[in-house]
């Protein structure tokens, strides 16, 4: 299996913040990358596809950028709604994996 | 507008076998690159992708419990239905159900359902 290592796995933040997380891939993936924001008790939402693609809808201060294995989702100025879990999974190969989360809080 | 939703046992006994259906609307499982998967997250964890099932009838299985799971889909009813057997607490989780399209990620997901596994 493709091991996803994400970091960090806490983020302290304030309002106005540049934000990133990173998330490494054991092998390559190519670009098979996406990026999803939780917040608790509801369902994943997808941000990100393809490691930089932008799903509609989802604010232009959310980025993906990627550098070999490694992927990183960026928050250029953090607002208050974007305090939640997010989590990269990689869908190159099968089994797809997660990881394991990073918690963006105050 | 696609929309999915989850349904079956909130509570299971160990060892059962259990059945849950993902109810869809808004895209048809016969559209070519639509796929629909199951992806279970157990209280205060992180997402553990189960399985996917695509139009053309292929499905994909996490190997750590494949021997377990079995998906399908009746395209007529629009419904994926996931049975996973030999039911223990460990698989006490949300699962979501989920929709794809070759190239994406999941982009729109289930409300999810909880099943607690216990005596």
């Known amino acids: 299996d493709i091991q996803m290592t994400q970091s960090p796995s806490t983020l302290s933040a304030s309002v106005g913040d540049r934000v990133t997380i990173t998330c490494r891939a054991s092998?390559?993936?190519?670009?098979?990358l996406a990026w999803y924001q939780q917040k608790p008790g509801k369902a994943p939402k997808l941000l990100i596809s393809k490691a930089s693609n932008l799903e509609s809808g989802v604010p232009s201060r959310f980025s993906g950028s990627e550098s070999e294995t490694e992927f990183t989702l960026t928050i250029s100025s953090l607002q208050p709604d974007d305090f939640a879990t997010y989590y990269c999974?990689?869908?190159?190969?099968?089994?797809?994996?997660f990881g394991q989360g990073t918690k963006v809080e105050i | 507008q696609i929309t999915l939703k989850e349904s079956g046992p909130t509570l299971v006994k160990p060892t059962q076998t259990l059945t849950l259906t993902c109810t869809f609307s808004g895209f048809s499982l016969s559209t070519s690159g639509v796929g629909v998967g199951w992806i279970r997250q157990p209280p205060g964890k992180a997402l553990e992708w189960l399985a996917v099932?695509?139009?053309?009838?292929?499905?994909y299985y996490s190997p750590s419990l494949k021997s377990r799971l079995t998906i399908t889909k009746d395209t007529s009813k629009n419904q994926v239905v996931l049975t996973m057997t030999n039911m223990d607490p460990v698989d006490t989780a949300t699962y979501y159900c989920?929709?794809?399209?070759?190239?994406?990620?999941?982009?729109?997901w289930g409300q999810g359902t909880l099943v607690t596994v216990s005596s």
């Open positions: 999974q990689q869908y190159n190969t099968y089994p797809w994996t």
């Open positions: 989920a929709h794809r399209r070759v190239e994406l990620g999941l982009d729109y």
């Open positions: 099932i695509y139009w053309h009838g292929s499905e």
């Open positions: 092998q390559s993936i190519s670009s098979w």
